[in-house]
């Protein structure tokens, strides 16, 4: 709670309006607001809710280019102006195009399947257009908005949100190489739950709490339906030992 202070979202607050928050604040330092998240399908909401603050509907991403189907994202490239994209494949290493480099899009050059874009690190122009491999024809890229944790290691980011979407306890290590992604504490941002679950450390620890208590289900999940009546004003006083006041339910509180 010291660490991420007033830089915690909190649940309760749509994924959208924090998407559309964090472009605002990259908007105002001109700095790239990046999502790193757990899951794939968690990178891939970041995606679709950064292309609908874009005015991006549906039926155009229909008509979008297939993305690299490494990627694990189904959300097809559309050559706008201003999107940004990360690329995902190794290319050109002397200009810059390799997995993982973001860039923004500038020109298409035939419809969603050729178009050219800038590197957001060193502001080379790259050409974006089909390769095949296995029998399937798709653009060596995704949208750039959002990531796994596992995908950014080796990353240097100067501005973004973690994002734990998983259902279950994130695995050993992963909050650490999340948080460890940024270049400064002032940058990382957090969305969701306060979970200790989600920040364990590498090794054994017999002390730990290892398993989400009831109240750190999210209210979205099956599990979790109706969070937000289970409990009244007085019942949220926790004691030190950690046992809820009402129902001795363990909180695994930070």
């Given at each position: 709670?010291?660490?991420?202070?007033?830089?915690?979202?909190?649940?309760?607050?749509?994924?959208?309006?924090?998407?559309?928050?964090?472009?605002e604040i990259g908007k105002?330092?001109?700095?790239?607001?990046?999502?790193?998240?757990?899951?794939?399908?968690?990178?891939?909401?970041?995606?679709?809710?950064?292309?609908?603050?874009?005015?991006?509907?549906?039926?155009?991403?229909?008509?979008?280019?297939?993305?690299?189907?490494?990627?694990?994202?189904?959300?097809?490239?559309?050559?706008?102006?201003?999107?940004?994209?990360?690329?995902?494949?190794?290319?050109?290493?002397?200009?810059?195009?390799?997995?993982?480099?973001?860039?923004?899009?500038?020109e298409s050059l035939r419809?969603?399947?050729?178009?050219?874009?800038?590197?957001?690190?060193?502001?080379?122009?790259?050409?974006?257009?089909?390769?095949?491999?296995?029998?399937?024809?798709?653009?060596?890229?995704?949208?750039?908005?959002?990531?796994?944790?596992?995908?950014?290691?080796?990353?240097?980011?100067?501005?973004?949100?973690?994002?734990?979407?998983?259902?279950?306890?994130?695995?050993?290590?992963?909050?650490?190489?999340?948080?460890?992604?940024?270049?400064?504490?002032?940058?990382?941002?957090?969305?969701?739950?306060?979970?200790?679950?989600?920040?364990?450390?590498?090794?054994?620890?017999?002390?730990?709490?290892?398993?989400?208590?009831?109240?750190?289900?999210?209210?979205?999940?099956?599990?979790?339906?109706?969070?937000?009546?289970?409990?009244?004003?007085?019942d949220e006083c926790i004691?030190?030992?950690?046992?809820?006041?009402?129902?001795?339910?363990?909180?695994?509180?930070?």
């Amino acid at each position: 709670m010291e660490y991420f202070e007033d830089r915690h979202w909190q649940k309760h607050e749509s994924l959208s309006a924090c998407v559309a928050r964090g472009m605002e604040i990259g908007k105002e330092r001109n700095q790239h607001f990046h999502w790193l998240c757990t899951t794939n399908d968690g990178a891939s909401q970041v995606c679709l809710a950064a292309l609908r603050i874009n005015g991006i509907t549906d039926a155009d991403l229909a008509r979008g280019y297939l993305c690299d189907p490494n990627t694990k994202s189904e959300l097809r490239i559309l050559a706008r102006p201003g999107l940004l994209i990360r690329l995902s494949r190794n290319f050109d290493k002397q200009r810059g195009f390799v997995n993982g480099a973001l860039a923004e899009v500038c020109e298409s050059l035939r419809g969603n399947s050729i178009f050219t874009a800038r590197l957001l690190g060193s502001g080379n122009m790259v050409l974006i257009h089909p390769m095949e491999e296995e029998g399937q024809i798709f653009l060596p890229c995704c949208y750039g908005y959002g990531s796994t944790i596992r995908r950014s290691q080796g990353a240097d980011l100067d501005l973004g949100c973690i994002f734990f979407d998983q259902k279950m306890p994130a695995g050993r290590g992963y909050g650490y190489v999340a948080v460890s992604r940024f270049k400064s504490r002032a940058g990382c941002f957090l969305y969701g739950k306060m979970r200790r679950t989600d920040f364990l450390p590498v090794g054994d620890h017999s002390e730990e709490v290892l398993e989400r208590g009831y109240l750190s289900i999210s209210s979205d999940e099956d599990d979790g339906c109706g969070l937000e009546y289970a409990f009244s004003e007085e019942d949220e006083c926790i004691s030190e030992s950690g046992d809820h006041d009402c129902g001795n339910l363990l909180v695994d509180f930070i």
